[in-house]
């Protein structure tokens, strides 16, 4: 089994920063792919950003240049550095791992952008 905790959430103003954090346990293998989504109230969920196990990565259009989604291996840790937050930033965000065809979930961290 794999547990996903997520952390970093808040309230910041148009145009600030924060760091989500995706802690994961139990049975990690070095092979997988971790994904952070969004959820906003009333939308569906999108993908945000994802990076491989050689830490390839990929970006959604609406935040790439504005957000950089990093994994520390050691710590089985990724991040995702969200700079320039916009209203429309604000959701939910879930961090995902798929590995040997398995796909589990994190409970989400609220991310408010507002003035």
């Known amino acids: 089994q794999v547990q996903l905790v997520e952390s970093g959430g808040n309230l910041v103003q148009p145009g600030g920063s924060l760091r989500l954090s995706c802690a994961a346990s139990?049975?990690?293998?070095?092979?997988?792919?971790i994904s952070w989504y969004r959820q906003a109230p009333g939308k569906q969920r999108e993908l945000v950003a994802r990076?491989?196990?050689?830490?390839?990565?990929n970006y959604a259009d609406s935040v790439k240049g504005r957000f950089t989604i990093s994994r520390d291996n050691a710590k089985n840790t990724v991040y995702l550095q969200m700079n320039s937050l916009k209203p429309e930033d604000t959701a939910v965000y879930y961090c995902?791992?798929?590995?040997?065809?398995?796909?589990?979930w994190g409970q989400g961290t609220q991310v408010t952008v507002s003035s």
């Open positions: 990076i491989t196990w050689d830490s390839t990565t």
């Open positions: 995902n791992l798929v590995q040997l065809r398995n796909s589990y």
């Open positions: 139990g049975s990690i293998f070095s092979i997988n792919i």
